[in-house]
């Protein structure tokens, strides 16, 4: 069965980029670390960055591959989980990379800690919130994301209104990178179904793995789409 390697992958840039010419891609005008900016889902990581997430990515989509090979052809369950397991970690792993992906890994904790049933366990989490955000660069966006999180809290303390998980999600978009996130979060979604599955005894249809691999070669796409746009002059 093929098998995909980050090296392949980068040998597909200078190929891309010349297809990509000057039409826009997804991630014309979005903002990288130092860019001063407030819109949403535009807050996309930097060149070493990406390189790291299409690493991960790489790896994941390689181990679905030997998944769906082991259980389907060799009909090997025990090593098709072991291997799905790896692949789920490195697709964790790149949904995480970079500063904004980062504080927005907390956000999730901290709306986590409040679906609990404790409304306010998640004041717990806005010391590392407001630490995690130091390390982006001082900008519009980290500013506007600041702000939100920081209503967020005043609204659990009881010194403001509004509704702290509306201005939390909307600090967590703010730091989000959607043509990369997007896929990337879907990807995972569907890991996650295969993986319960399994874990039921169900068998995975082809259909299924079919879908992943789909969705990972789409969040491949765009990570190389954004490897482009920024080693463009």
Same mark, same amino acid.
């Given at each position: 069965?093929?098998?995909?390697?980050?090296?392949?992958?980068?040998?597909? !840039?200078?190929?891309?980029?010349?297809?990509?010419?000057?039409? *826009?891609?997804?991630?014309? =005008?979005?903002?990288?670390?130092?860019?001063?900016?407030?819109?949403?889902?535009?807050?996309?990581?930097?060149?070493?960055?990406?390189?790291?997430?299409?690493?991960?990515?790489?790896?994941?989509?390689?181990?679905?591959?030997?998944?769906?090979?082991?259980?389907?052809?060799?009909?090997?369950?025990?090593?098709?989980?072991?291997?799905?397991? @790896?692949?789920?970690?490195?697709?964790?792993?790149?949904?995480?990379?970079?500063?904004?992906?980062?504080?927005?890994? !907390?956000?999730?904790?901290? !709306?986590?800690?409040?679906?609990?049933?404790?409304?306010?366990?998640?004041?717990?989490?806005?010391?590392?919130?407001?630490?995690?955000?130091?390390? !982006?660069?001082?900008?519009?966006?980290?500013?506007?994301?600041?702000?939100?999180?920081?209503?967020?809290?005043?609204?659990?303390?009881?010194?403001?209104?509004?509704?702290?998980?509306?201005?939390?999600?909307?600090?967590?978009?703010?730091?989000?990178?959607?043509?990369?996130?997007?896929?990337?979060?879907?990807?995972?979604?569907?890991?996650? @179904?295969?993986?319960?599955?399994?874990?039921? =005894?169900?068998? *995975?249809?082809?259909?299924?793995?079919?879908?992943?691999?789909?969705?990972?070669?789409?969040?491949?796409?765009?990570?190389?789409?954004?490897?482009?746009?920024?080693?463009?002059?």
């Amino acid at each position: 069965m093929f098998r995909y390697t980050f090296s392949w992958l980068i040998s597909l !840039l200078p190929a891309m980029a010349l297809a990509t010419g000057p039409t *826009p891609s997804a991630f014309s =005008g979005v903002a990288t670390g130092g860019d001063a900016i407030e819109q949403t889902g535009a807050y996309c990581p930097d060149r070493a960055t990406t390189y790291l997430i299409l690493e991960e990515m790489t790896v994941a989509l390689e181990g679905v591959t030997r998944a769906q090979e082991s259980f389907l052809v060799l009909d090997d369950a025990a090593t098709a989980s072991i291997v799905l397991a @790896r692949a789920d970690a490195a697709l964790a792993l790149a949904i995480g990379r970079g500063s904004g992906a980062r504080v927005g890994t !907390l956000i999730d904790a901290a !709306l986590s800690a409040e679906k609990d049933g404790h409304p306010k366990a998640n004041l717990a989490w806005f010391p590392l919130l407001k630490e995690a955000l130091q390390g !982006l660069p001082e900008d519009a966006t980290r500013a506007a994301a600041r702000a939100q999180i920081a209503h967020a809290e005043d609204i659990l303390q009881g010194q403001a209104d509004g509704d702290e998980i509306q201005a939390l999600l909307k600090a967590k978009q703010i730091l989000q990178c959607d043509p990369l996130h997007i896929p990337l979060r879907q990807s995972r979604a569907q890991m996650e @179904r295969l993986q319960r599955d399994m874990l039921l =005894g169900e068998k *995975p249809s082809a259909d299924q793995f079919n879908t992943l691999t789909d969705l990972l070669k789409r969040a491949l796409q765009a990570g190389l789409d954004r490897l482009v746009e920024v080693q463009s002059p």
